[in-house]
């Protein structure tokens, strides 16, 4: 079984901060690339960042510069550390992930259950 549990989320004001982090855990075997995607009501899901298992990024255009992936092989565990957030960026955010487990040969995509960014006054 492999879970992917985000936490970080919550309340903020505008011009705030927040940090997310995922761990991956379970019977893994590798891990390749994670990334962080949104939901805002009635929208679509939406890529914000992802980060492949040698560290190359990417990015949403729209995020460049505000918002800031990485990732900690060591623990599974892939951050957004996301700044200057405005209320546009509410949104519900997942995380997902390529993971093979053990015993397997191919990798397999996962995702969290979410967790719920508010930026409001």
């Known amino acids: 079984q492999v879970q992917l549990v985000e936490s970080g989320g919550g309340l903020v004001q505008p011009g705030g901060s927040l940090r997310l982090s995922c761990a991956a855990s379970?019977?893994?075997?590798?891990?390749?690339?994670m990334g962080w995607y949104r939901q805002a009501p009635g929208k679509q899901r939406e890529l914000v960042a992802g980060?492949?298992?040698?560290?190359?990024?990417n990015y949403a255009d729209s995020l460049k510069g505000r918002f800031a992936i990485s990732r900690d092989n060591t623990k599974n565990t892939v951050y957004l550390q996301m700044n200057n957030l405005k209320p546009e960026d509410t949104a519900v955010y997942y995380c997902?992930?390529?993971?093979?487990?053990?015993?397997?040969?191919?990798?397999?995509?996962?995702w969290g259950q979410g967790t719920q960014v508010t930026v409001s006054t």
């Open positions: 997902n992930a390529d993971i093979r487990k053990i015993r397997e040969w191919v990798r397999r995509n996962y």
């Open positions: 379970g019977t893994i075997s590798s891990i390749g690339t």
């Open positions: 980060i492949t298992g040698d560290g190359s990024t």
